[in-house]
């Protein structure tokens, strides 16, 4: 089958959309509902057991406010995928991104909110190995950025 290049790049989008909500959604599981993804990552900077405790603190605070979000999120997001199967309109596309931009912007602002509380528990060394911990991300996604973009055969 020869595909058209208006079909690759469609695809392209398609798959960076859904790339996009799944780490934000992941992103927001891991660091909020379920701390033991985020402490996991922060243990390999050896945390100490009074770290990981004041930590375990700041994300209970957040949760409340962050559980909430991200079923919404999560939900918005199914509602997406079905508009896009079912072959819905520009307009009815473009205002269910508005409503998962709207929910996803909360959950940054969230984010922006808990994370300067979790570095400060962080000494400096720690804060170091986590922002090279956080490059060596960018940099997979990156990667599978670009092969992302590579002819489909």
């Not at 058209?4 to 989008?13: D, H, I, N, Q």
């Not at 509902?33 to 100490?48: F, N, Q, V």
């Amino acid at each position: 089958m020869t595909f058209k290049p208006w079909m690759k790049w469609t695809a392209v989008a398609v798959l960076a959309c859904g790339l996009t909500a799944t780490v934000l959604a992941q992103k927001a599981r891991a660091e909020y509902p379920r701390h033991g993804r985020l402490l996991e990552k922060l243990a390999s900077l050896g945390i100490s057991d009074e770290q990981r405790d004041e930590i375990r603190a700041i994300l209970s605070e957040a949760r409340p406010k962050a559980q909430p979000l991200v079923k919404q999120f999560v939900a918005e997001r199914r509602a997406m995928r079905e508009l896009v199967l079912n072959g819905a309109s520009e307009k009815e596309i473009r205002v269910q991104v508005q409503k998962l931009a709207r929910i996803g912007g909360d959950l940054a602002v969230l984010k922006a909110q808990t994370a300067p509380k979790i570095r400060e528990v962080l000494t400096p060394e720690q804060r170091e190995q986590l922002q090279e911990m956080i490059a060596e991300f960018d940099q997979r996604v990156d990667s599978f950025l670009e092969r992302a973009g590579e002819p489909i055969e």
